[in-house]
T-cell receptor
Framework: DTAVSQTPKYLVTQMGNDKSIKCEQN?????MYWYKQDSKKFLKIMFS?????LIINETVPNRFSPKSPDKAHLNLHINSLELGDSAVYFC?????WGGGETQYFGPGTRLLVL | GESVGLHLPTLSVQEGDNSIINCAYS??????FIWYKQESGKGPQFIID?????DKRQGQRVTVLLNKTVKHLSLQIAATQPGDSAVYFC????????FGTGTSLTVIP
């Protein structure tokens, strides 16, 4: 009965490959997010979706493409992986968009690009 | 964008002592603040929150203080335990959500 789940937990791949990370929340929330956490633990928002619609798209290379098939799922596809993409990627959700609410995080996907 | 920062990137405390983790924010329009705890290998977990119409809120062993005049937020952990060792993030929410840079708390047995 995990609230926000991500797969895979670990992902090791070669430079230039294409990979996807999946996220699902069973909290009934409308809004989902993707964050990137670097080696210094800094959390940077990448994307936010509200009811399957893109709300936030921070300055992220267009090699990163989020997809939300329904409001319980937000997947992240990464094309042509680069060394600098190595990081921990967190999915999160919140009841609605607009601030003033807690975000609930998944366990993270540790991506290592070789 | 606006920034949320922490005064101390690392903090070491003796088991049983109280811990205080500080956070400065710069967006005066933020009206909701949250503290998260991130243990090694896990995602950030909600600890406690506070809205801008309050200046203090208490939970189990944790207290959050908000000083809007100087845009300062703090997390106090009473009787710190080894299980409290983690990275702590403050976050502010107005029309958007911003995380601070994190403070690593180490509890010495």
């Amino acid at each position: 009965d995990t609230a926000v789940s991500q797969t895979p937990k670990y992902l090791v791949t070669q430079m230039g490959n294409d990979k996807s990370i999946k996220c699902e929340q069973n909290l009934g929330h409308d809004t989902m997010y993707w964050y990137k956490q670097d080696s210094k633990k800094f959390l940077k928002i990448m994307f936010s979706y509200n009811n399957k619609e893109l709300i936030i798209n921070e300055t992220v290379p267009n090699r990163f493409s989020p997809k939300s098939p329904d409001k319980a799922h937000l997947n992240l596809h990464i094309n042509s992986l680069e060394l600098g993409d190595s990081a921990v990627y967190f999915c999160a959700s919140s009841p609605t968009w607009g601030g003033g609410e807690t975000q609930y995080f998944g366990p993270g996907t540790r991506l290592l690009v070789l | 964008g606006e920034s949320v920062g922490l005064h101390l990137p690392t903090l070491s405390v003796q088991e049983g002592d109280n811990s205080i983790i500080n956070c400065a924010y710069s967006n005066s329009a933020s009206d909701y603040f949250i503290w998260y705890k991130q243990e090694s290998g896990k995602g950030p977990q909600f600890i406690i929150d506070i809205r801008s119409n309050m200046d203090k809120r208490q939970g189990q062993r944790v207290t959050v203080l908000l000083n809007k005049t100087v845009k300062h937020l703090s997390l106090q952990i009473a009787a710190t335990q080894p299980g409290d060792s983690a990275v702590y993030f403050c976050a502010e929410s107005g029309n958007q959500f911003y995380f601070g840079t994190g403070t690593s708390l180490t509890v010495i047995p």
